[in-house]
């Protein structure tokens, strides 16, 4: 059965692999497993065919058969748990992994957003100085913390898997901000997820969205 994603027609990211499809494209390559793209605009997110696969009119969403998901980090959790690569087959690192997608998406992830809000959509505000610096405060404490986990290992727990694919994902957004090369370690280890040339593959089809080229998988 052919695996189905849904991307957007123009994504804000502006090809810089930053959208929410990036992660399940990357899992799918790390799996090898082959998938089409169906790109959607902004205005179709929020028409009923599409809310009929995601409810809140977003992107990603995963049609494989009768199996329709949404949730990025849902998705990739399917897509590890059912192909070997991205889960250990041992129960307790299978366990610990699947933590570490957790703490990607619900312990360092919604800090990081929150500074995207505040640079964005707060700028007006006459409390967007003070509030950039207390967010700003609260991911440094993340990735102090991170740091001091993942010291001088490759990934964080043993071999490459689905919670070190999230992890850099989620530390991707901060490039720019000159905050993540204040953790060498951290800077290291997203540098090491972008090498992989499953991350490259699943880039490239992503970029090549935005610059109006033919995805290829």
Do not use: C
């Amino acid at each position: 059965m052919t695996i189905t994603i849904t991307a957007f027609e123009r994504s804000p990211d502006q090809g810089k692999g930053l959208a929410r499809d990036m992660p399940v494209r990357w899992a799918l390559e790390e799996v090898g497993q082959p998938y089409d793209v169906r790109l959607v605009s902004f205005s179709e997110m929020k028409e009923p065919a599409h809310r009929a696969l995601h409810p809140f009119g977003q992107i990603p969403t995963y049609e494989e058969g009768d199996l329709v998901l949404f949730e990025s980090g849902a998705i990739v959790l399917h897509i590890a748990a059912r192909h070997a690569g991205l889960l250990p087959e041992d129960a307790n690192g299978r366990a610990r992994a699947i933590a570490w997608m957790f703490a990607a998406l619900s312990t360092v992830e919604p800090t990081i957003v929150q500074r995207e809000a505040a640079i964005y959509l707060e700028r007006d505000k006459i409390w967007h100085e003070e509030r950039l610096r207390l967010v700003e405060d609260r991911i440094r404490n993340r990735l102090e913390e991170l740091s001091r986990r993942l010291g001088d290992a490759d990934w964080l727990d043993g071999a490459f898997g689905a919670g070190d694919l999230l992890m850099v994902q989620a530390l991707r957004r901060l490039q720019g901000s000159g905050m993540l090369e204040e953790y060498p370690n951290l800077a290291g280890y997203v540098a090491r997820g972008e090498a992989r040339p499953a991350f490259k593959r699943a880039f490239d089809a992503q970029s090549a969205v935005f610059a109006g080229k033919p995805p290829t998988n």
